[in-house]
């Protein structure tokens, strides 16, 4: 059930689109939104694309020519945005151009189409100016997408929004902004719940070594006991993307690539690195094996496919590696 906050986002957004609906005897086309705001949509290829919602992931537009006010026009999608207890909208903006938010892979298009959209919520945010948004409803949600081995994407609704969208937020760091809806320029304005984690001086803090040590064997443990008829390698000090290998007794045939997560809490939950993601997404014999309540009567839960992983599991990136440029 949308809580009454978001019902008030898809209340208004039934409103304009019910009105554009009315001005423009039909539902309106994102190149109807496009030609209204005052870009010229190229060729008959771009044109086709937007009309059938080829674009409909992540894009944004901006008016260059000299006789046009600088200005530039965003979609957002409705299920992406959040209402703070003042009542503000805002969304968080996932920027990296080679990956989705759930760690899958973007195509050559998207990449294109995020690092341009990047460029130009950066100028957005560095001039200190608004932008116009592009509310979209798409036909799928988001994670219904993700569910899909090829995903198609489809434009259900698209209206301009009434009001103006700031980019308040540049995290180069996180490749993430913060964005925004206000008459005003709402400087310095965080969402209710990072106001109360910086007044309460919140940081991220990790069990020490010496207990995450004694997680990681016990589970590792429990996992080899759990398949007694497999022969198991340790491939832990490899750095090869997954913690054991299973063989088969009678082939010698490698079955299984287990990555293994143990917490000493009863609640599943994991950190992964780039190097585990990848070779998830490589290996159709890697395996996620949570185990809870390591250190106390462990629990191996069954084997997870990367697939399944991103079904039943929120992935959320918290650091980055940093690397001098040359």
Known sequence: ???????????HFSALHSAAVIAHKGHPKVTDWLTKWGLTVGTLQERKHLQEGGYALKYAWERTRPDQEPGALVTLWTEDLSVDDDGTWFAHDWLLPELHVNLQARGRLQVERTKERARIL????????????????????????????????????SVQDDVKWWVVRWDEEKSSALLVRSAEHPKDWLPTHERKKRASSFRLAFPDQAHRDAVEKAAVNAVKDAWPRH???????????????????????????FEVKGTANDTPHFYITQNEASCAERESKWRLVMVTSALNAAVVHEPLRWDEVKRDFELEPMAWHAKQRR
């Open 1 to 11: 059930m949308l809580s009454e906050a978001l019902l008030d986002v898809r209340t």
């Open 231 to 257: 022969d198991i390698l340790s491939r832990e000090v490899d750095n090869c993307g997954y913690d054991l290998e299973l063989r088969s007794r009678s082939t010698g045939n490698v079955e299984y690539m």
């Open 122 to 157: 950066k100028a957005a945010f560095e001039a200190g100016r608004p932008f116009d948004g592009l509310l979209l409803e798409n036909r799928l949600t988001r994670k219904k997408l993700y569910e899909q081995s090829s995903p198609q994407s489809e434009i259900l609704n």
